[in-house]
């Protein structure tokens, strides 16, 4: 059943209207007057609702309402309609859906819900039942937060089920069969004879026939497409170069524009100098944004050119000047006047740890950036008072808003269309390129432009990851923890964003921001006497998302806590985690991943194991990393990760999203850091924020499990394990505990 409980058949509704000689299928939920998210793409004469499905006599389209950034979305989404659709995914088109409210993410709602995954009860069901209403009314479409699958799991098979009951009905109309004698197969209506009736045939009836109630959705038993590895439905178009991403982007006459924005982040421009770059071959203009300047050329070479010969006044930074002074900021921050939220507070944490012998720690972790491979671009027209947008984002219905703002329009006058991505990991939830292209349209109105940030721009000027300082005090008693006081502070990701009009709605300043503290208080430790405070630091550089968000921090700090408490309980550290964990599907998890990596043997000589458990996202994720004592520094030897997402769609995809996350933690774990001197970001591009190299990659097993009780995604789960399951190795292998990232300032890596 839905989210939002049992639906009228006026409250759920599936809404097939002709277009073109076809036809639109949809959902429409929540009885909201959602807006018409294709009014701007057709013609006159053809009308569309709220669509999921379009067939019309050239083929078959599925809309998928989440952005594809290289994770497999647009084929796991497509798959979820075309299992009920009775269609193959090679005979199907793939579009991304326009900026549409109707294309809600209630998944996104329920991570900042103040229960953890593992609570059941009536209260939290309840709450999740309802996740869809803000979702609906503040057009939450977006992706991220390993939420896609986990809210399109049920209405996109319902949107593929209702269509192919109304084709059946169309067929059934038009032979006098009964709709109970026809079947469908691979995008057609089978007649009780054998004859097939194409979808394509029969779509320029639908919108005359009475739309069929949501049927039964298929069991897991029957399904042809979903639970099987299946070909991602983009590989032709990147393998062969013809995919289009907003770097791509070609209109007639177009002029290219690279920004600089100020070395000093969050800084202002106080006046520049650009004679000499107007002066240059091909540079068209050089024009003054507010908070950066763009210059528009022939080339984007030569607007690269142009910007390194402008002349800059910056206005100075108001934030401390080094890294160290931001750590101070931080450092400050654990006082009750900037707590944030305390989610957990079980027992008498000062009872427990009062006469104890009190274990305790400090760790830290610095700024990162996104590191795209893409880095932001987007290209613009604005003409005649309207302005079209091509741009890869994480969050169209927020792009549009702010491109209106930026541009001084109503929103109905932007229309946006969304292309891949070339790696998001949050950056692309950001709406600076957006509203930066909004501004240079306007300012170059009649001309189509591509703007495009350089790598070195994109790297030293964020947002990042926030920096961060994890404290614990613990006790072990009898070989057991018996109390953990867990803090953490950091800046405020959710105020940042709402500052930079990155956000569906502002966020109130007397919320608590949930990714503080994330997966800190939420993780199934049954521990006596357990206490989470988060505490939220002054403003520094501009924080945002980045993949995994507070977990990513947050899990070095807590799981690096547990393996201290292991050894100072002298216990095995799986055994240890195993006891404490109170939930059935995290504790097979764990099971799981000591069985992959035969964690009751002893490594070979040279070598040692560390492991990291994390519930995050929904999905209860555990990594044994072995490491290597080479003479070339420590070797990654082997990883090896299990996850639940409940119920896998497509194994082979999961199995590639571990691999990638895994190995963007490692990436944070081993080398990159975003460090400052004299107000300035020192890093620039892959030489010193080095990524993990193809030979340092190690080889990853991955084991899934169907054990939860909701489906869930996978994109972020593989990510926030790998610093501490590497850390505990380290440790293992050396005894040398390190308790800053990234671990290469500390120890050498092969």
């Not at 199907?92 to 593992?118: L, R």
């Not at 059934?172 to 054998?194: C, F, H, N, W, Y």
Request: aromatic share 8%; with cysteine.
């Amino acid at each position: 059943m839905s989210r939002l409980g049992k639906y009228t058949r006026r409250g759920f509704l599936i809404a097939s209207v002709a277009v073109a000689g076809g036809v639109v299928f949809g959902v429409r939920t929540y009885r909201a007057n959602l807006e018409n998210p294709l009014t701007a793409a057709i013609s006159p004469g053809e009308a569309a609702l709220t669509p999921y499905v379009k067939i019309t006599a050239d083929g078959i389209t599925i809309i998928t309402p989440r952005a594809e950034m290289g994770q497999g979305i647009h084929t796991t989404l497509a798959a979820l309609v075309a299992e009920e659709l009775d269609v193959d995914l090679a005979d199907i088109t793939v579009d991304h859906g326009p900026p549409s409210s109707a294309y809600f993410n209630g998944g996104v709602v329920e991570e900042g819900y103040p229960f953890p995954a593992t609570d059941q009860s009536a209260l939290a069901e309840f709450a999740r039942a309802q996740r869809d209403i803000p979702a609906v009314f503040l057009a939450y479409q977006i992706t991220g937060g390993s939420t896609s699958t986990h809210d399109a799991y049920e209405k996109m098979r319902q949107a593929g089920a209702v269509a192919r009951e109304t084709l059946k009905a169309v067929a059934a109309k038009r032979t006098g069969l009964a709709i109970a004698r026809l079947e469908t197969q691979s995008g057609a209506v089978v007649l009780p004879d054998g004859t097939r009736l194409p979808y394509t045939d029969l779509a320029a009836d639908a919108a005359e026939v009475e739309l069929a109630d949501t049927p039964r959705l298929r069991p897991k038993s029957a399904w042809r497409i979903l639970g099987q590895s299946q070909d991602r439905v983009d590989v032709v178009a990147k393998s062969t170069g013809t995919a289009i991403y907003a770097s791509d982007i070609r209109l007639p006459g177009m002029r290219f524009g690279v920004i600089r924005r100020s070395p000093y982040l969050r800084g202002a421009i106080r006046s520049f100098d650009p004679s000499e770059a107007l002066a240059m071959q091909g540079v068209d203009a050089v024009l003054d944004i507010g908070t950066a300047v763009v210059a528009i050329a022939e080339t984007t070479w030569a607007a690269m050119q142009a910007l390194d010969a402008v002349i800059y006044d910056w206005e100075p930074p108001a934030y401390p000047l080094d890294t160290e002074g931001h750590f101070e900021v931080i450092a400050a921050a654990f006082t009750p006047d900037h707590q944030d939220s305390r989610q957990r507070n079980d027992g008498d944490v000062e009872e427990a740890l009062s006469g104890a012998d009190v274990i305790a720690a400090e760790y830290r972790v610095p700024y990162l950036a996104h590191a795209t491979m893409e880095p932001m671009s987007a290209a613009a027209l604005f003409q005649d008072g309207s302005l079209r947008i091509w741009t890869g984002c994480q969050g169209p219905t927020v792009a549009r808003r702010e491109a209106a703002l930026a541009a001084g329009i109503a929103q109905e006058a932007v229309t946006l269309t969304t292309t891949l991505l070339g790696g998001g990991f949050g950056r692309r939830g950001e709406m600076d390129f957006v509203q930066n292209v909004a501004k240079v349209a306007v300012q170059m109105e009649g001309t189509p432009v591509l703007l495009s940030y350089s790598r070195e721009d994109d790297t030293s000027r964020g947002p990042y990851r926030p920096a961060a300082i994890g404290r614990f005090r613990a006790a072990v008693k009898d070989g057991v923890p018996v109390a953990v006081d867990v803090s953490t502070a950091s800046p405020s990701i959710l105020t940042g964003i709402s500052e930079r009009g990155g956000s569906p709605a502002p966020t109130p300043g007397f919320l608590p921001d949930f990714t503080i503290g994330q997966a800190l208080w939420d993780q199934p430790y049954g521990i006596e006497n357990y206490r989470v405070t988060a505490y939220k630091a002054d403003p520094l550089l501009p924080v945002g998302f980045w993949r995994s968000v507070g977990a990513s921090q947050n899990t070095f700090f807590h799981e690096c806590m547990m393996d201290e408490l292991a050894v100072a309980a002298a216990r095995d550290p799986i055994d240890m985690r195993r006891d404490l964990i109170t939930d059935d599907a995290s504790r097979k998890v764990l099971d799981a991943v000591a069985d992959m990596a035969d964690w009751g043997t002893a490594p070979a000589q040279g070598r040692a194991r560390g492991v990291a458990f994390a519930l995050v996202f929904g999905a209860p994720t555990a990594q044994i990393i072995e490491v290597e004592d080479t003479p070339q520094g420590i070797k990654v030897a082997h990883v090896w990760v299990a996850a639940d997402v409940g119920v896998a769609l497509d194994p082979r995809n999961l199995d590639a999203q571990l691999i990638s996350g895994v190995n963007f933690g490692l990436s944070a774990a081993i080398g990159e850091k975003i460090t400052l001197s004299e107000g300035m970001v020192a890093q620039s591009n892959y030489h010193d924020y080095p990524p993990l190299r193809m030979y340092q990659a190690p080889p990853v097993t991955t084991r899934i499990l169907e054990n939860a009780p909701h489906i869930r995604g996978i994109g972020e789960p593989g990510t926030p394990g790998a610093a501490p399951a590497l850390a505990n190795a380290v440790f293992a292998l050396t005894g040398q505990r390190i308790r800053t990232l990234p671990l290469g300032d500390s120890i050498a890596f092969a």
